[in-house]
């Protein structure tokens, strides 16, 4: 029992690479045997090959050089040339294979993978629930069994006389009697009832692909410790393009996980031990890959130190979901430090220790907060204290100030210029953020990350989540009807930028609202679950009016953070299709929904950061499914000034939050006339007043 999780790792990695080699043939059959042209030289006699039935580079691999010698025309050097070719591109292939579970096929390869994964993970339980009384029982049997050897033969017992015979038979009395002992038949009956689940053989086909589809992200994360995922773990992109020597400290690090539940990827290791090294440090994070796990990590490590205190800030939103992930991926206990019992809770949190958890707003409520020694401080979604004149921004550094470690937890810290990350910056690293110049910034992105290095980490989701199904984003234009055209034209009229972003909707020959119920039925029919985001509860409204049944409720900001989570959990139970509608800020944030594969945006945001946080809420670790995107957009109205506005601050972001480089930007002109009006490059005028007055422009109307 013990040693089965080491042994059925062996087994998955052995299947895993029964899977890659399979998936890498699969690949080179496809391949014409054309592709070696760059590879083979000069002289290479690939038509003679293909027309001798060598068509593809798989058939090349399968042969040997003397094999190609057959062929006509084909010399032992041009042979050696062609097969060297093919097996150096077979190699690469096989390099890149990647192990996907797929839900839709369910290749039989793939299900035995998941019955071994399955088995290891109980297994994994098993010997962390087990290890001490088996220990404790095969120290005593083993020694009793070593002195009472001598009875077993009549030989042996008849040349031994006094004290040795004495000892024997002792010996052989407390092992009847450690046999016979209640406690070793129960331990004796777990055994044999633990053994079962350990065993891959035990598991139905459709057992193990429900368990997938509910913990996908748990499954994938140990197929990545075991090579399913590739080799990236420590690639310099896995460990956010830090500095070798500062990344060779962080890896020195040993990692105690003895508290927690959760098998972690090798980058979230590496994040939990930036953390720790680092004591004030902001993960950034792309969304969807696990801040909140190794937020976790890394109390629990401080935890088995002796460390007794932590706190996390968060939204009001994920407050719930933050104390649900305590649970499900520690032996921590959460405390809720919020609403009206926030203050007994507090006085029990500080007696007994564990993770507390509370809202921006309770914490300049808190009393005894500052003086309580806590270990270490989560900040999630931390760009909300960007703006350090806020009082939540105050209440927040007063307790990074007392804290031994302070760690931030953002995707989006550079949603609008480098001054605000840099305020990010100064409440964990004054000394840093004051080396920090913007100038500087703005002429040089690496030169700019390597002086955040030590204390900004960054992954993104294309270099470490290699198991990702794909994800589509398809720009849905639609052009306005009559109705559409006469109910927006009005709303322009009326200088009123909100109605004009909701005019879409508005009328009885909505062509946006058409759209959108097409692609509901086409999910409909595929049984996919789809998720809807607005900024605006009467477009919602009015969506829910056309999907009618098939929507099982809207989430917005006047839901209560745990009936927001209800009505997650209630989406991500029903059988097939659902559709849940969601305002976008109340959404977006902080909750997983990888139930749903269908996102649709229905309107632009104002900022790309809230499209791509909404989006990540099903497109994250743990989704198993293709991701289909769907951004309504409708040709000649304010939508196309809203995109405008989100590629300049796309841009921003990632020159400097991402690894990529500066690339141009694709600019296009607000007004597509002949005569460009001055006030539309006017700063003095708010934007949202210039949008309104290029679209007054555009459409010929006096403002």
């Known amino acids: 029992m013990l040693s089965a999780p080491d042994a059925l790792r062996e087994s998955a990695r052995h299947q895993i690479d029964i899977l890659a080699d399979q998936q890498a043939h699969a690949v080179l059959a496809t391949r014409p045997i054309a592709d070696l042209r760059g590879l083979a030289g000069k002289g290479a006699r690939l038509g003679a090959l293909a027309d001798a039935g060598f068509r593809t580079i798989a058939h090349v691999v ?105 000892t024997a038979l002792a010996a052989l009395a407390q092992l009847d009697a450690l046999l016979a002992a209640p406690r070793t038949t129960a331990l004796l009956h777990t055994v044999e009832q633990q053994e079962r689940a350990a065993d891959p053989a035990s598991y139905s086909p459709e057992q193990l692909w429900q368990e997938y589809s509910q913990d996908a992200a748990g499954f994938n994360a140990l197929l990545s410790t075991l090579g399913g995922q590739g080799d990236g773990d420590d690639s310099e992109a896995a460990q956010g393009f830090l500095p070798e020597e500062l990344r060779q400290e962080i890896t020195a690090v040993p990692l105690d996980t003895s508290l927690l539940k959760a098998t972690l990827r090798g980058y979230q290791v590496f994040g939990a031990q930036y953390a720790i090294h680092q004591k004030h440090s902001i993960l950034g994070d792309e969304m969807g890959l696990g801040k909140t796990v190794q937020a976790l990590a890394t109390m629990t490590h401080m935890a088995a130190m002796g460390q007794a205190r932590f706190l996390v800030v968060c939204p009001a939103s994920v407050q719930i979901n933050w104390l ?80 031994q470690r302070a760690m931030f937890l ?102 946006k609202l058409e759209r959108l119920a097409e692609i509901v039925d086409e999910a409909r029919e595929d049984g996919l679950k789809v998720v809807v985001f607005s900024n605006f509860l009467d477009v919602l409204q009015v969506v829910r009016g056309k999907l ?38 109340a959404g977006g944030v902080g909750l997983n929904v990888q139930a749903a594969s269908v996102v649709i945006i229905a309107e632009p945001q104002w900022k790309p950061s809230t499209e791509e946080q909404a989006i990540a809420r099903a497109y994250r670790m743990g989704q198993i499914r293709k991701v289909q995107v769907h951004r309504l957009l409708a040709k000649g109205s304010v939508d196309e000034r809203l995109r405008e506005v989100q590629e300049r601050k796309s841009l921003l972001f990632a020159e400097f939050a991402r690894k990529s480089d500066a690339k141009e930007a694709d600019r296009r002109s607000i007004d597509t006339g002949e005569h460009r009006p001055g006030f539309l490059d006017d700063e003095a005028i708010p934007l949202q007043q210039r949008i309104i007055r290029a679209e007054q422009h555009r459409l010929g109307i006096e403002s």
Do not use: C
């Open 410 to 511: 953002t995707g989006t810290p550079m949603e609008n210029r480098v001054e605000e990350f840099r305020n990010l910056v100064h409440y964990l690293q004054p000394r840093v953020a004051q080396g920090l110049d913007a100038a500087d910034a703005l002429t040089g992105a690496k030169r700019f990350r390597r002086a955040v290095a030590p204390v900004y980490l960054r992954r993104n989701q294309e270099d470490v989540l290699t198991e990702l199904p794909d994800k589509i984003e398809v720009e849905d234009w639609v052009h306005f009807s009559q109705a559409d055209t006469a109910a927006y034209t009005m709303t322009v009229r009326s200088k009123n930028l909100m109605q004009m972003r909701q005019a879409a909707f508005r009328s009885d020959d909505s062509a």
């Open 324 to 403: 649900n992930e305590i649970s499900k991926h520690t032996t921590l206990k959460g405390h809720s430090l919020h609403g009206a019992d926030r203050a007994i809770a507090t006085h029990h949190w500080l007696r007994t220790g564990g993770v507390a958890v509370t809202t921006f707003t309770t914490l300049g409520r808190l009393n005894g907060i500052t003086e309580a020694g806590i270990a270490m401080l989560v900040v999630d979604e931390a760009h909300y204290v960007k703006n350090p004149e806020a009082q939540r921004a105050k209440h927040v550094a007063a307790i990074v100030a007392v804290a």
């Open 548 to 585: 009618g049944t098939s929507v099982v409720g809207v989430l917005n900001g006047s839901v209560p953070p745990v009936a927001r989570q209800q009505l997650v959990d209630t989406f991500s139970r029903r059988e097939g299709h659902a559709v849940l509608l969601s305002q976008i800020e």
């Open 62 to 166: 399968r042969a040997t050089p003397d094999n190609l010698q057959t062929v006509p025309g084909v010399g032992p050097q041009s042979a050696q040339q062609v097969s060297a070719a093919a097996n150096r591109l077979a190699r690469e292939v096989r390099q890149e294979a990647r192990v996907r579970f797929d839900l839709d096929q369910r290749h039989p390869g793939q299900t035995q993978l998941l019955a071994t994964l399955a088995a290891a993970r109980h297994a994994d339980s098993i010997r962390g629930a087990l290890q001490e009384p088996l220990e404790q029982f095969t120290g005593q049997a083993e020694r009793l069994v070593r002195e009472a050897e001598p009875t077993a033969s009549r030989a042996g017992m008849l040349f031994r006389f006094g004290k040795r015979k004495q």
